[in-house]
C-alpha cells in the first residue's frame, strides 16, 4: 500500500508535478487577451522600456520590464506575453514541494502538493498576462528560503537571500504582507543570527521603501480606490464590520474551493492547523494568518483591497500557497487515518491460506472501504472533469474580441463609425489594424447616449458597436436601449464568448439600402 511504500510518495508526486506543468503548458496562446490583459500588453509593447513604465499602470516593473524583453525577441503574440506567467507558474510548482515536505510530514505534503498542481485557480494564473503568478511565486519562494534558513541556511547564506527577496519586490508588490511575518519567524527561531536578520529586513524594508516613493505611490489611482471602497473594512459600527468581515471571507472561500466546498474546506483548513500546531509545526499557522492579517491592516488605511468583489480576490492570491499547505494538511489527516486504519488489519500471520476477504481481521474488512472513500474524495472533492475541462480550456474572462475585430476590419464602409464599450477598448486598441477614424471611444460602461455633436452623428451611415467584458447579453441590451435610443434598426449581431459585435443603421439612413449581409467570422 501507499503507506508502506516512501517511493510511492516520489511516483505520485512526479505525476501530479508532471501533470501540473502539462496544464500550465497546454494552449497558452488558444485565447484572445482580456481587458486587463490587453492593457498590460500595450504597455510591453511600447518601444523603450521607459515608456512600458509609464503605461503599465499597477504592474509591478520587473515584471512588467521582463515582459517587454520577451516581447523584443519572441513578438507579440498571445503565447509569447504570456510566456513569463507560465515560467513562474511552472516554478511555484516546483518550488512547493521541497517546502511542503519542510512543513507537513509525507501524507499531507502529498495532498498539498496535489491540490496546488490541480489548482484551475493557478493554473488558470500561470496562463494569463498578469503579474499573479509571480506573487505565487515569489511568496513560495520566500517561504522555502525561511525554511531552509532556518534550518541549516540557505547557499550564499544572507545576501542570497536579501537579494532574492529584493528581487521579489519588483516583481510582486503583496510580498510585503508576507516579509513581517517572516522576519517575525526567523526571530524567534535563529537568536543567535539576529544581527544578519536585522540587516536583512532593514535592507528590504528600505527597497520597498523606495520602490513605493519612486512608484507604486504614482500608480494609486484614485478610480481604483473608488471601485475598491467596499473592499475596505465598513467601521460604521460593530455589527457593519462584522457583517463586511464575513462576506469577504465567504467570497475568500468561495474563490478558491466554490460552493459548498467552502464550509469543508474550512474545516480541513482547522484539522490541518491544528495538527500543525499539535506536532510542533506552528509556523504554518503564521504563514496563513500572518500574511493576511497584514494585508488586512493596509485594507484598514484603504491601500489594498480585502477579499473583493467581483473577481477582486485575485488580490489575494499571494495566499495561495498557504491556503492549499494548510488544507492539504488537513485532507492528508484524514486520508493518513484512513490508510492507517486499513495497514493495521493486515493479518498478523501471512502464512495463513484463508482468502482475506474471509478473514476477520484482513485487509478486505477496511481496505477497500478505505480505497472507496479515497476515490470518493478525489470525484467529489477534486472535480476531476471539471478541472480537466477549466484547466485545458479554460472559460473564466474567455474574451475572444479578435475575430470579431478582424471581421470589423474587412466588412467596415466609409461613413461608417465603430463605438468601442469602455472595457473593450484596451483589447480593440492591441488588435485592430485599420484606420482610427470616426472610432467612438466609450467612457464608461454606463454612457447614455453617443458623445458626438448632432451635426457630426447625423453623417453616420451605419455603427458598429463592440462589447467586451460585460456583466450579461441582458445588460448589453438594456445598455444599447439607452446609448442609441429609438429609431435605430439592427442589421447584424455576431458574437464569440464574452465578445459581441452589433451593426446599426440610425434612423436618418433607414430608406438606404440594406446591404448584402456578410457571414460571421468562424470561431477559433
Known amino acids: 500500500m501507499l503507506s508502506r511504500r516512501p517511493q510511492s510518495f516520489l511516483i505520485l508526486a512526479l505525476f501530479f508535478l508532471l501533470l501540473g506543468i502539462f ?36 504592474t509591478p516593473p520587473f515584471y512588467l520590464l521582463t515582459v517587454w524583453g520577451v516581447v523584443q525577441v519572441l513578438g507579440t503574440s498571445e503565447a509569447a506575453l504570456r510566456l513569463l506567467s507560465v515560467v513562474l507558474g511552472i516554478g511555484a510548482l516546483l518550488l512547493f514541494w521541497p517546502l511542503a515536505n519542510l512543513l507537513l510530514p509525507p501524507w499531507q505534503a502529498l495532498s498539498a502538493f496535489a491540490l496546488v498542481s490541480l489548482s484551475h485557480r493557478l493554473v488558470y494564473y500561470s496562463k494569463e498576462l498578469k503579474q499573479y503568478s509571480a506573487d505565487v511565486f515569489f511568496v513560495t519562494l520566500a517561504l522555502l528560503l525561511v525554511e531552509k534558513q532556518r534550518q541549516r541556511g540557505v547557499p550564499g547564506g544572507w545576501f542570497f537571500f536579501t537579494l532574492m527577496l529584493a528581487l521579489g519586490l519588483g516583481f510582486s508588490y503583496p510580498l ?54 467596499a473592499d475596505f473594512p465598513d ?18 472561500g468561495r474563490y478558491f474551493f466554490a460552493d459548498w466546498r467552502v464550509i469543508p474546506a474550512g474545516l ?17 499557522l503564521w504563514y ?46 484524514i486520508l493518513e487515518q484512513l490508510w492507517r486504519r486499513a495497514r493495521e488489519s493486515h493479518p498478523s500471520d501471512r502464512r495463513q491460506a484463508i482468502p482475506e476477504s474471509n478473514t476477520p481481521g484482513g485487509t478486505g474488512r477496511y481496505a477497500r472501504p478505505a480505497l472507496v472513500l479515497t476515490l470518493l474524495m478525489v470525484l467529489v472533492w477534486l472535480r476531476p472533469v471539471f478541472l480537466w475541462q477549466e484547466n485545458l480550456w479554460p472559460a473564466t474572462n474567455r474574451e475572444d474580441l479578435a475575430p470579431l475585430v478582424r471581421h470589423l476590419e474587412a466588412n467596415r464602409q466609409p461613413g461608417e463609425a465603430i463605438y468601442l464599450y469602455y472595457f473593450a477598448i484596451d483589447p480593440f486598441t492591441f488588435y485592430y489594424r485599420g484606420p482610427w477614424t470616426d472610432i467612438i471611444w466609450g467612457q464608461s460602461c ?56 452589433f451593426l446599426y443603421r440610425p434612423p436618418w439612413a433607414a430608406g438606404g439600402d440594406t446591404p448584402n449581409a456578410v457571414k460571421p467570422p468562424r470561431r477559433e
Not at 198 to 204: E, G, I, K, V
Not at 276 to 284: A, D, E, F, P
Not at 449 to 473: C, K, V
Open 235 to 252: 467601521l460604521s459600527g460593530v455589527g457593519p464590520f462584522l457583517t463586511w468581515l464575513g462576506s469577504a471571507w465567504w467570497r475568500f
Open 446 to 501: 454606463h454612457d447614455c447616449g453617443l458623445p458626438l455633436p448632432a451635426g457630426r452623428l447625423r453623417q453616420i451611415q451605419r455603427l458598429w458597436l463592440l462589447f467586451s467584458h460585460y456583466e450579461s447579453e441582458a445588460q448589453v441590451e438594456q445598455f444599447l436601449k439607452g446609448l442609441l435610443g429609438d429609431g435605430w434598426t439592427r442589421e447584424q449581431v455576431l458574437s464569440q464568448p464574452g465578445a459581441l459585435l
Open 268 to 284: 480541513l483548513v482547522v484539522v490541518g492547523l491544528v495538527t500543525s500546531v499539535r506536532g510542533g509545526r506552528s509556523r504554518l
Open 176 to 229: 510585503v504582507f508576507v516579509l513581517p511575518v517572516a522576519a517575525v519567524v526567523l526571530w524567534r527561531e535563529l537568536p543567535q543570527a539576529r544581527r544578519q536578520l536585522f540587516r536583512s529586513f532593514s535592507l528590504l524594508a528600505a527597497c520597498f521603501v523606495i520602490l513605493y516613493l519612486t512608484l507604486i505611490r504614482g500608480q494609486v489611482d484614485p478610480e481604483l480606490l473608488i471601485y475598491w471602497q
Open 288 to 333: 496563513l494568518g500572518g500574511p493576511i492579517l497584514v494585508a488586512l491592516a493596509a485594507a484598514f488605511a484603504h491601500r489594498y483591497p480585502f477579499m473583493g468583489h467581483a473577481g477582486g480576490v485575485r488580490l489575494m492570491l499571494f495566499a495561495a500557497p498557504m491556503v492549499y499547505l494548510a488544507t492539504g494538511a488537513g485532507l492528508g489527516v
Open 23 to 58: 496544464f500550465r503548458v497546454y494552449g497558452i496562446g488558444d485565447r484572445n487577451l482580456w481587458t486587463d490583459e490587453a492593457w498590460v500588453a500595450l504597455a510591453a509593447t511600447q518601444p523603450t522600456p521607459t515608456a512600458a513604465l509609464a503605461a503599465g499602470k499597477s
